[in-house]
């Protein structure tokens, strides 16, 4: 059987999950190529297994370049083990309230290995995985990589996915879209969203950036527009260093949005050194849906 057809049936087994983007109505997977909707929008699988719902064409700067290392970055330098297993033992407490099999979205998962890495972690076979991004070079990534998952290249703010499909959504380091994360959540689902803060790779911010407002984050913003959507029923910071070598600094600097629009002699500053203390500073903001349709709120807290 072809990476393909493995890739369609596991996606049959999960049919029920999937609403087609153009028209919201369910799906199948006809002849373990393609998933068709009622009204016949038909979305081919691809050679790698994943499938691409989007329904524009869009520009992406992400190139096949900053996804292999980001992938070396975060397979294989161990600068985000620990966050890792932070999420996953949010995710394991979660499936532990509600004993069921569950379905974690990450959405802008680029080329899928924070999405692994948890799922490897949480190491429990009721779990399945769905990674979602705009852009194709980085699904096509995953899918070649991660044969366990299901990975779509789609549209956050228009995705492939039902309403109340979703048991746990991730967003790491990337844009959201709110609402469509809450129509795609079951009611008592956690939203668990990565954000920088002051000091997350300040290492590279001053070396990258002369102007003191670059030079670090602010989250404040992103936390009260993600405290308005959903109840937010804990927050963790993770805040350590790690040395990195320079094929890692190298790496990091590729990887990251930061250096699209600065000075060469500035990246090669950064990168030219044999190792580097890099921070690294994050909130993990752990979110259920705040209100149903009724109006009734799902305010349990579970930590
Ligand atoms: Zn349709």
Same mark, same amino acid.
């Given at each position: 059987?072809?990476?393909?057809?493995?890739?369609?049936?596991?996606?049959?087994?999960?049919?029920?999950?999937?609403?087609?983007?153009?028209?919201?109505?369910?799906?199948?997977?006809?002849?373990?190529?393609?998933?068709?909707?009622?009204?016949?929008?038909?979305?081919?699988?691809?050679?790698?297994?994943?499938?691409?719902?989007?329904?524009?064409?869009?520009?992406?700067?992400?190139?096949?370049?900053?996804?292999?290392?980001?992938?070396?970055?975060?397979?294989?330098?161990?600068?985000?083990?620990?966050?890792?297993?932070?999420i996953?033992?949010?995710i394991?407490?979660?499936?532990?309230?509600?004993?069921?099999?569950i379905l974690i979205l990450d959405a802008g998962c680029?080329?899928?290995?924070?999405l692994?890495?948890?799922?490897?972690?949480?190491?429990?076979?009721?779990?399945?995985g769905v990674g979602i991004?705009?852009? +194709? &070079?980085? !699904?096509?990534?995953?899918?070649?990589?991660?044969?366990?998952? @299901?990975?779509?290249?789609? /549209?956050l703010?228009?995705s492939?996915l039902?309403?109340q499909s979703c048991q746990v959504i991730l967003n790491i380091?990337s844009?959201a879209n709110y609402?469509d994360f809450r129509r795609i959540l079951v009611?008592?689902g956690l939203v668990i969203k990565v954000?920088?803060?002051?000091?997350?790779?300040?290492?590279?911010?001053?070396?990258?950036?002369?102007?003191?407002?670059?030079?670090?984050?602010?989250?404040?913003?992103?936390?009260?527009?993600?405290?308005?959507h959903f109840?937010?029923?804990?927050?963790?910071?993770?805040?350590?260093?790690?040395?990195?070598?320079?094929?890692?600094?190298?790496?990091?600097?590729?990887?990251?949005?930061?250096?699209?629009?600065?000075? +060469? &002699?500035? !990246?090669?500053?950064?990168?030219?050194?044999?190792?580097?203390? @890099?921070?690294?500073?994050? /909130?993990?903001l752990v979110g259920i849906n705040?209100?149903?349709?009724?109006?009734?709120?799902?305010?349990?807290?579970?930590?």
């Amino acid at each position: 059987m072809t990476s393909k057809e493995k890739s369609a049936e596991l996606v049959n087994k999960y049919v029920h999950v999937f609403s087609c983007p153009i028209c919201k109505s369910p799906m199948k997977v006809t002849h373990l190529k393609s998933l068709v909707c009622l009204n016949n929008h038909t979305f081919d699988f691809a050679k790698q297994g994943y499938v691409n719902m989007l329904t524009r064409s869009t520009n992406s700067h992400y190139n096949r370049e900053l996804f292999k290392a980001r992938h070396q970055i975060i397979m294989e330098s161990g600068l985000h083990v620990l966050l890792h297993e932070k999420i996953s033992e949010v995710i394991n407490e979660h499936m532990n309230a509600i004993n069921e099999e569950i379905l974690i979205l990450d959405a802008g998962c680029g080329e899928g290995s924070h999405l692994q890495r948890i799922l490897d972690e949480c190491n429990n076979e009721t779990v399945i995985g769905v990674g979602i991004d705009i852009s +194709k &070079e980085g !699904i096509r990534m995953a899918a070649s990589n991660y044969k366990d998952s @299901i990975w779509l290249v789609g /549209d956050l703010a228009n995705s492939p996915l039902a309403v109340q499909s979703c048991q746990v959504i991730l967003n790491i380091l990337s844009p959201a879209n709110y609402k469509d994360f809450r129509r795609i959540l079951v009611p008592d689902g956690l939203v668990i969203k990565v954000v920088p803060r002051s000091n997350y790779l300040k290492e590279l911010r001053e070396t990258l950036f002369d102007d003191t407002d670059k030079k670090s984050y602010k989250n404040d913003e992103t936390v009260s527009l993600f405290k308005k959507h959903f109840h937010l029923v804990d927050i963790f910071n993770l805040r350590y260093t790690q040395e990195l070598t320079q094929t890692e600094l190298t790496n990091l600097a590729q990887m990251s949005p930061l250096a699209w629009n600065s000075k +060469k &002699e500035h !990246i090669d500053h950064f990168t030219n050194q044999d190792t580097s203390e @890099i921070t690294i500073d994050l /909130d993990i903001l752990v979110g259920i849906n705040k209100l149903t349709k009724g109006g009734r709120e799902y305010g349990k807290c579970m930590y």
